[in-house]
């Protein structure tokens, strides 16, 4: 028997939650402690979303682990340790299966299963929804727990089913051990997931050879085991650090200068930096005040980390291609790596620059450049990334009031009230959506705080009698009118990044991540919340409160 079929639980419970990873596991457990009946389902046989897909060699979170786990349990917190300063995908992923067990969340999650269509009744106040596997239900809410960074894209290039060797994308990495040894290996993208595979296959393939389009800035992890202590500091007082935390613009309790980077002397600019390159990780980018807002300013910490690559890799040339110019630093996703620049000093690796030869075509033996040279391989690793933030959303594309489905009314970009709820498409919550912090943000905080107040929402209704909420269209206008104001303070649109849809060929080019920092953003829906829901439309049905 399939494991769905052993599932007892309600055919039409009050909610259907579309994915298991990190947000849907806690909304499954905040629903289910809120008295409501649910049922997730999920396209893979286990829990853990991102961390279930991208197993490639080298994955790893680039936000501490002290900080990258759920705060919503104290027993829980403390008892679970993690073994080094940044988990690496294996530990996380048995973190989220911890967590199911341990909250019993199996039970309510359909696996193997993925959701293909969702259309509201008006009339019902209600969606039904269906799936792959012919189940049809009727729920009043549907919670799309579907991650920013599920759908994973493979580019747009010719010939690549015609290749004779084997085909990887790092989104999707199969589950059983991939040997490398003795291989020639092509990795062709160099964002976070490139930059971390390469120094872990470099060691494996006989050849490894980097096909990069835009070179993107890395700062070193310098990842190390657990440090006990500074576990103890933590668990010492985990609600407070997560508390303070939660105060922060990314949600990660970082060293932060309030310094602007121009305020201060060259040599204590350079000190700063230095110090923050030796710590390692991504607090680089919270040096000074100012990295993402002031062009002078990021040019400072820009320099400092193209000084470093040219100080790492012994061909100049090399370190020319490596060394990021056309975006300022912070504004694509900073990567986080564990000896990246160092691989290009082994003998095995090449770089080729796309820039200067593009990919004319995949053939059978490998990867034809523009000027007609063949880079023969036995492997290629696409690690070209997701469509991002709305992908996973719009391969549903739900159909909302008057059958209208989302990618029509979000053709010319996602337009969401505070990143939740979209006009149009009733009782449908998103989680750690475009219009909210997201991706910004230290993912767990924010996917916390949205299931919080989806819920504590959907138990309102229920207690107000409300049957149906939906975003009103002057309020969402204004919240994504703000949304591009901060955004257009900022450094962020200057580079086409997958921030701005920019990776995928057609998208719309707008910041879909909400930039005013998690803090603003909190009070932001907790006031639409006291408020009685402003901004949303409510529809009441007193028989129904209870
Ligand atoms: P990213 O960050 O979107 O990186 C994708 C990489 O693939 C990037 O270097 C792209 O170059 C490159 N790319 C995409 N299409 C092509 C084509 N057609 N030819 C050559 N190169 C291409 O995805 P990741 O998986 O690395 O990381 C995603 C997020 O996951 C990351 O930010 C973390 O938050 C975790 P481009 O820059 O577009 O020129």
Request: charged share 25%; hydrophobic share 40%.
């Amino acid at each position: 028997m399939r494991e769905n079929e052993m599932v007892q639980t309600p055919s039409n419970p009050d909610v259907v939650v579309v994915g298991a990873g990190f947000a849907g596991l806690y909304m499954l457990h905040r629903l289910r402690d809120a008295g409501f009946t649910a049922m997730a389902f999920e396209r893979a046989t286990g829990v853990g979303g991102t961390w279930y897909w991208n197993r490639y060699p080298g994955a790893r979170c680039d936000v501490e682990s002290m900080q990258y786990s759920y705060g919503f349990d104290e027993a829980m917190q403390q008892e679970w340790h993690w073994s080094e300063r940044f988990a690496g995908q294996p530990e996380i992923l048995r973190y989220a299966n911890w967590v199911a067990d341990r909250l019993d969340l199996r039970r309510d999650i359909r696996f193997e299963t993925s959701v293909t269509s969702a259309e509201w009744d008006e009339a019902a106040c209600l969606w039904t929804v269906r799936t792959d596997r012919g189940d049809k239900l009727r729920v009043r809410y549907l919670v799309m727990a579907t991650g920013c960074l599920s759908a994973a894209r493979l580019p747009e290039i010719e010939g690549i089913a015609d290749f004779r060797g084997n085909t990887y994308h790092t989104g999707q990495w199969p589950h059983e051990p991939v040997d490398f040894t003795g291989q020639r290996v092509a990795v062709i993208g160099t964002g976070s997931s490139g930059i971390q595979a390469i120094p872990v296959i470099a060691e494996q393939a006989a050849q490894l050879t980097v096909f990069q389009r835009t070179p993107n800035f890395s700062i070193p992890t310098h990842n190390q085991p657990m440090d006990t202590e500074y576990e103890n500091l933590w668990k010492s007082d985990y609600s407070g650090r997560r508390e303070r935390a939660r105060g922060m613009r990314t949600g990660i309790l970082h060293d932060l200068n309030d310094k602007g980077a121009l305020e201060v002397e060259e040599a204590e600019r350079r000190a700063e930096y230095e110090r923050r390159w030796e710590r390692g990780g991504t607090a680089f980018m919270v040096a000074f005040n100012d990295l993402v807002t002031n062009a002078a300013a990021n040019d400072t910490a820009a320099e400092f980390v193209r000084a470093k690559i040219s100080a790492t890799v012994r061909d100049p040339q090399l370190a020319e291609l490596l060394a990021p110019k056309d975006h300022p630093i912070g504004t694509k996703r900073i990567c986080a790596d564990s000896g990246y620049y160092e691989t290009f000093n082994r003998p095995n690796v090449a770089l080729v620059d796309l820039r200067a030869t593009p990919i004319q075509r995949i053939v059978p033996e490998g990867v034809l450049l523009s000027d007609e040279t063949l880079r023969p391989v036995d492997s290629i690793i696409y690690a070209t990334g997701f469509d991002a933030m709305t992908g996973a959303l719009t391969a549903i594309n739900p159909r909302g009031v008057g059958g209208l489905p989302l990618t029509e009314v979000w053709a010319e970009g996602p337009k969401t009230y505070l990143g939740l709820c979209t006009v149009g498409f009733p009782n449908m919550f998103i989680i750690t959506g475009p219009g909210s912090p997201s991706v910004l943000t230290n993912m767990i905080v924010s996917i916390e705080q949205h299931v919080d107040w989806i819920v504590d929402c959907m138990a309102w209704m229920r207690r107000h009698g409300a049957v149906r909420l939906e975003a009103e269209a002057t309020a969402q206008e204004r919240w994504m009118e703000h949304n591009n104001e901060v955004a257009r303070r900022t450094l962020y649109p200057r580079a086409g990044s997958w921030y701005m849809g920019a990776n995928v060929q057609g998208k719309p080019r707008v910041f879909m991540p909400y930039i005013g920092g998690v803090a603003a953003y909190r009070q932001a829906c907790d006031n639409a919340a006291k408020d009685s829901y402003s901004g949303f439309l409510l529809q009441m049905d007193r028989a129904a409160a209870q």
